[in-house]
């Protein structure tokens, strides 16, 4: 217990002050953890142990997945489908007050899905649709905060890379369940804010006054966008069949986005493949990087016992389930604030995870509600990626912004609340599929 206590304070006092000085995340948590380790080793066992750690956390087929789904997703982001989305996200659309907003919503989901990044969403389907709301005269912080908060339902629904690392930090949970698992919490997160959309759209006069377009012009958006859904159909269909790993779909994933591209767009030329590959080096290598030094920290707080000392401090406060889940979900949301959503996941779940599993909560769901929290962080201030890209697109100031996004705000934490009290929210799917008994 001492050594766990010594451990968790070294941390607790050197990971903020690196941060706060401006040190990257990733050497932050390098130090943090060799300093942690020498509470229990002598400092030529904790470097080796820690150069060794390293390499163990990288060590995996499975991790090969990340670099050919971040590949696979720059190509798709550089291969001009944002508009194609976009056409096909107003079919659905229809004329409901607000449509140009559940457009946009729509268009995140989709884009996010397939490109894996709610900040390329953000850019992307926003700088797409910025202008046209403008021009129907929607308001630039409201466009802006419909943009912002449904960007990050791309991070749930699958393929996810955050998905996939929280695979391996919790120790092989099918990845292929947590991908069916995450579809219906990203569709509920994305219907919660065209709810809240709508009714404000309607209170604001927001209408669509543009000509409903014909069976023949909407066969065509449909067809034009049928090649880029089909990656989801593709990959997915995939891996649930078993026809290929999560890794070898990733692969297939780089060849099908590339041929898409170049051959049938004609987005992409060859020209521009050493620019995107340099870009998907630079952000795997980054990935990657921090896994190996998470791997480090892991390591540390196994040994130390520091999750044991945190599960039963929690549990001590209240043996009320409910209780636990809300200081749970609460940590997280705060955590996800300041922190960026890979290493969150390769930290906090290694501490969280052993209270959910002694709550009784599935593997999957936890996977689920811990990512759902970490997305939210995205699109909160002070660190929230996407919600500055979000409010570069628009050209509008974040305080803005801030003020149209509260009710989304209250929105998502509905949804937030369902995922982590009702289990068949992430579990109907995998049960449904035969991933689960």
């Known amino acids: 217990m001492e050594l766990a206590l010594s451990t968790g304070l070294i941390l607790l006092a050197v990971f903020p002050v690196l941060l706060l ?40 087929f499975s991790l090969l997945a990340i670099p050919f789904f971040v590949l ?33 919503v729509v268009g995140n989901m989709l884009f996010g899905a397939i490109s894996g990044s709610g900040t390329a969403a953000a850019a992307a389907i926003g700088g797409t649709m910025s202008p046209l709301q403008d021009e129907a005269g929607y308001d630039k912080d409201f466009s802006a905060a419909v943009n912002i908060a449904s960007a990050p339902t791309g991070l749930l629904i699958p393929p996810s890379n955050s998905l996939i690392i929280y695979s391996l930090v919790s120790g092989g949970t099918s990845v292929a369940a947590l991908f069916m698992a995450g579809y219906i919490p990203g569709i509920l997160w994305g219907l919660g804010v065209m709810i809240v959309a709508f009714f404000i759209a309607r209170k604001r006069g927001y209408k669509n006054n543009a000509e409903r377009p014909t069976f023949m012009q909407a066969l065509k958006i449909f067809l034009d966008a049928l090649p880029s859904l089909s990656l989801i159909v593709i990959i997915i269909g995939g891996i649930i069949r078993g026809i290929f790993t999560a890794t070898e779909g990733a692969a297939i994933a780089v060849v099908y986005s590339l041929l898409l591209s170049m051959l049938f767009y004609k987005s992409i030329k060859i020209k521009d493949l050493p620019r995107i590959l340099l870009e998907s080096i630079n952000m795997t290598a980054m990935i990657v990087f921090l896994i190996g030094v998470s791997s480090i920290m892991s390591w540390v707080l196994a040994f130390t016992n520091v999750p ?70 995205t699109i909160t201030p002070p660190v929230g990626n996407t919600l500055f890209v979000g409010c570069r697109v628009a050209k509008t100031k974040i305080e803005g912004v801030i003020k149209n996004i509260l009710p989304f705000y ?24 035969g991933m689960l008994e």
């Open 21 to 60: 000085i401006g040190i990257p995340i990733s050497v932050t948590i390098g130090i943090s953890s060799v300093l942690s380790i020498l509470t229990a080793l002598p400092w030529e066992n904790a470097v080796f142990t820690a150069a060794q750690r390293i390499f163990t956390g990288i060590n995996s």
């Open 308 to 377: 044991t000392y945190i599960t039963q401090l929690i549990l001590g406060i209240s043996d009320n389930p409910v209780i636990i889940l809300l200081i749970m979900n609460v940590l997280l949301l705060v955590v996800g604030t300041f922190m960026d959503l890979t290493p969150a996941i390769l930290i906090f779940t290694p501490i969280f995870l052993p209270i959910a599993q002694n709550l009784g909560m599935d593997t999957i769901q936890f996977g689920i509600m811990l990512v759902f929290n970490l997305c939210i962080g």
């Open 72 to 104: 696979a997703g720059i190509i798709m982001n550089n291969g001009g489908i944002a508009i194609k989305l976009v056409n096909f996200a107003t079919l659905l659309s229809g004329k409901l007050p607000g449509s140009l907003a559940h457009t946009n």
């Open 410 to 433: 209250v929105s998502i934490f509905v949804v937030l609340m369902l995922v982590t009290f009702i289990p068949a929210i992430s579990l109907f799917l995998p049960r449904v599929m």
